[in-house]
Nanobody, 119 residues
C-alpha cells in the first residue's frame, strides 16, 4: 500500500489549506484513516482520525478549525484546515490502517507534506 499526500504549502495566518492523501496498491480493506503532524523539535502528534463509517475524532487544539473527511470509493482522506496559525507549521503525515483478507492489520504512512504558516 502506498500513500501519496498533497496540498501542503505556504499560507499566511488566518488562511486555509486542504490536504489530500490517496492510498493505492494492494488494498483489501481500509479501516481508520488519519492525519498526524510533526513540528521542528517536537514529537509527531495525532490531529484527526476517521473511521470507515465516517466517525471523526480530533485533537482539541484543532477540532474547531480542521475537518477530516474521506472518500471510500477513492481510498482518499482529506484534511481541511482553516484559520491557520503559525504554530500549525509542521510536516503533515497521513496514516491508513488497512487489513488483508485474513484480518491482519497494518498501518501505512505517507511521506509527509510541509505546511508553513507565516504571521
Amino acid at each position: 500500500v502506498q500513500l501519496q499526500a498533497s496540498g501542503g504549502g505556504s499560507v499566511q495566518a488566518g488562511g486555509s489549506l486542504r490536504l489530500s492523501c490517496v492510498a493505492s496498491g494492494n488494498i483489501f480493506s481500509i479501516n481508520d484513516m488519519g492525519w498526524y503532524r510533526q513540528a521542528p523539535g517536537k514529537e509527531r502528534e495525532l490531529l484527526a482520525s476517521i473511521s470507515s463509517s465516517g466517525r471523526a475524532n480530533y485533537k482539541d487544539s484543532v477540532k474547531d478549525r480542521f475537518t477530516i473527511s474521506r472518500d471510500n470509493a477513492k481510498n482518499t482522506v482529506h484534511l481541511q484546515m482553516n484559520s491557520l496559525k503559525p504554530e500549525d507549521t509542521a510536516v503533515y503525515y497521513c496514516i491508513v490502517n488497512s487489513y488483508d483478507p485474513q484480518g491482519h492489520g497494518m498501518d501505512y504512512w505517507g511521506k509527509g507534506t510541509l505546511v508553513t504558516v507565516s504571521s
